[in-house]
């Protein structure tokens, strides 16, 4: 895993927003840090959608996309009813692998509040290792945006 | 409690769609009972903001509507990737105490998934009981419509 | 279903330690209402384990338990790392559903937090009714225990 | 951030297990990956309260541990009703953050299920940095044990 999701909106080309629930909030009266893998997978699955491959229809179709690494970076809280723009980039593709990054920041405040990264497998039904999708492979990415 | 929310969205003069998280399914393949009540909790709190009075301004003016009592029948399952319609109404109200229905049902499906019950007190932040506040009083309940 | 679980620990014949997890509070720094219907199926599995039937084994017997409805009353706060004993009974067996009661009490303090029930159905691998097995009809009941 | 948890459990001075819940499976019939933050937070807390040190005691005592960051290596999955032990050490410690590795391992499989590391900051109740305890510094940590 490469840790280097960028901190500006325009190096995302897809962004998907989330309202945080009253039972994401914990004790210290801001969202659990475990509420944000939530947030990340919501988030990547709208992106899926919206690029015309619902993850249930890919699912149907014979691979699954299970979690290998996750990492986030919590920079500042999040709290009860903020809508949290997630935005989402693939990172980077290898055979049976690809990685994505995330930026997230509540709407009404202009920073960073948690940027995170996710390495997926993809696996057929019986959990062996299968070729990344070519439409995933062709996607935009977080790193190539950085650089111009 | 009274457990009788109304099968007919008619009924009901709020509507919120909620989309089924993956983290939400367990190993039936079904969304987990447990997760309903986040819908619940979610789809009351978008309806109280849609009447202008958004649950954290609420909790900021001194008073708090903690769940007393819950009750779901759960009818049909829920799947992965569904887009749940959550109906929600008022049913009744007391002094200090008042509570919810609610009708769940998939957009692609005409059938109830499930019906739901919360009771709430209405207490200030020392936790001492309140009056229902009179907005919420005033509010169409799934009961009067039911009768018409 | 008939919510009447007793308010008496001897009258049940089994108890189940769950100690609250930080994750599990809310921004009223308390446990939020959903988290306990994790508490009673973590103690309904516990139970099923200590009867010599683990569940995983009835899922691996061609049965599943999926709960029908649910109801909570809760009546005292739980806290992060409160140590609560779930207290649980079958109420009741029909041919193809059964209920349980349940009874929550903080370690430390000697009062009820919490009543509930669930309703199970019995179904088989393809969802079909299927008849509640000997073993469970023939639990002590939380009723009979009362009465005595 | 040192990503770099031992895969060896005698490289960690303690030991919690956690009882994979029901609610935790996903629809893969696998444990999901963001109750994996739930387990590491569970077995932390049990290890402060191992060490005379409860978390609620220490929050009641003026300071708190929020996470500043997680990362998660999943390498076999877990099932529901699976006893996990989760191994915890202190990696490193600064003036003001500290680091804890974690390693998981399903009881009956002599084999890593996962590892994983979380960074705390040391805050106030007003949220500004403080010192971290010294008794929190002079924990064993997992990093010595590997030289060993």
């Given amino acids: 895993m490469r840790f280097d999701p960028p901190d500006d909106p325009s190096d995302y080309p897809y962004v998907h927003p989330v309202r945080v629930r009253f039972c994401e909030t ?6 659990h840090h475990a ?8 988030s990547r699955v709208a992106y899926l959608r919206a690029l015309g491959h619902p993850y249930d229809e890919v699912r ?4 699954e996309f299970p979690v290998l690494e996750v990492a ?5 809280p999040l709290r009860f009813d903020d809508l949290v723009d997630v ?3 693939l990172t980077s593709a290898r ?3 690809f990685q994505m990054d995330y930026l997230l920041r509540a ?9 995170a990264v996710t390495v997926h497998a993809v696996v057929d039904s019986q959990g062996r290792a299968a070729r990344v999708p070519a439409w995933l492979r062709a996607l935009p990415r977080s790193a190539e945006a950085q650089k111009d």
């Fill in 107 to 115: 709407r009404d405040r202009a920073e960073t509040c948690a940027t």
């Fill in 35 to 42: 509420a944000y893998l939530a947030y990340l997978e919501e």
């Fill in 95 to 97: 055979a049976a692998t």
């Fill in 60 to 63: 149907a179709g014979g691979v």
């Fill in 87 to 89: 935005h989402v980039a």
């Fill in 26 to 31: 914990d004790a210290m009266a801001v969202v």
């Fill in 72 to 76: 986030v970076s919590y920079r500042r």
